[in-house]
């Protein structure tokens, strides 16, 4: 990985053309520096941007303009097949939607062993740290279970365990304790803090809860597309 910032966005608009002819300005001259490791929390209104700007990191959405690069590469121009490697190398996902990053008819267990990015280790060290990942999202007892038979939130917590397996320098989180009971939000949150502590992992977490932002680095706040800062507090 680069020693330069894990996510960089320079005046990055994106411009979404509604079906009555008109344009949506989704995201308005965004720039946005993420140093490896911080926790960036994203906030705003609803339909402020927060959700394009997150899937223009991702590289799922290309912007109508700026420049984006992820750890060191510059998004733009890629092929889809590169933006791919990009987002397996670099990347753990886990948007509100968690069922599209799950294999729907493999079990919880599969889908974090699947997950896995490093080839380091005995096949029982491997073993163990996916069982760790499912106990640490209180996922250990649906082991066996196909995604698709999870329940929303469980799934949402299982995206996050497949995220994390990867060991990426950069999680993308969309609302990822929306779904969730208090005490099992907290466990998410524990599990990404704990993640950008013990592994480096940087965080940009889309949130509406107080509690999640109060626990991250730095607070940006999008209105209308355009986003302030508010003060680092890592
Ligand atoms: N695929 C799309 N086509 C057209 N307009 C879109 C599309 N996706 C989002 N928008 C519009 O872009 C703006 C920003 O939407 P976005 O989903 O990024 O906001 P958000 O801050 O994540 O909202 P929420 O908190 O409700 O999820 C909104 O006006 C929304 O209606």
């Known amino acids: 990985m680069s020693a330069g910032p894990v996510v960089r966005c320079e005046g990055v608009t994106h411009v979404y053309p509604d079906t009555d002819g008109t344009e949506v300005v989704a995201l308005d001259a965004v720039d946005l520096e993420v140093a490896p490791g911080q926790a960036v929390a994203l906030v705003g209104p609803s339909g402020s941007g927060k959700s394009t700007l ?5 590289g799922l959405v290309r912007p109508t303009a700026g ?6 590469t510059d998004l733009g121009g890629l092929t889809e097949r590169a933006l791919l490697g990009v987002r397996a190398r670099s990347l753990g ?6 069922g599209r990053n799950l294999l729907p008819y493999a079990s919880a267990r599969r889908n974090v062993t699947f997950a896995q990015r490093s080839a ?16 640490a999202v209180g996922l250990l007892p649906w082991a066996g ?7 929303g939130g469980q799934q949402q917590r299982l995206a996050l365990a497949v995220a994390l397996a990867g060991d990426p320098p950069l999680l993308l989180a969309d609302e990822p304790t929306s ?5 099992t939000g907290e466990v998410v949150l524990e599990l990404m803090v704990r ?3 013990e592994r480096g992992t940087a965080l940009v977490v889309v949130t509406h809860d107080r ?3 109060r626990r991250l680095d730095v607070e940006h706040t999008i209105h209308d597309g355009r986003l302030t800062s508010g003060p680092d507090r890592g």
Do not use: C
Not at 120 to 131: F, N, P, Q, S
Not at 145 to 151: D, E, V
Not at 179 to 183: E, N, V
């Open 120 to 135: 380091g280790g005995t096949r029982a060290e491997r073993g163990r740290e996916v069982d760790g990942l499912l106990e």
């Open 54 to 58: 997150l899937t223009v990191l991702a």
């Open 145 to 151: 279970t196909a995604a698709r038979h999870l329940s």
């Open 93 to 98: 996902i886990v948007l509100q939607t968690p």
């Open 195 to 197: 993640a950008r502590e």
């Open 67 to 72: 420049r984006v690069s992820v750890a060191g």
């Open 179 to 183: 779904q969730l009971d208090r005490a």
């Open 211 to 213: 509690e999640v932002s």
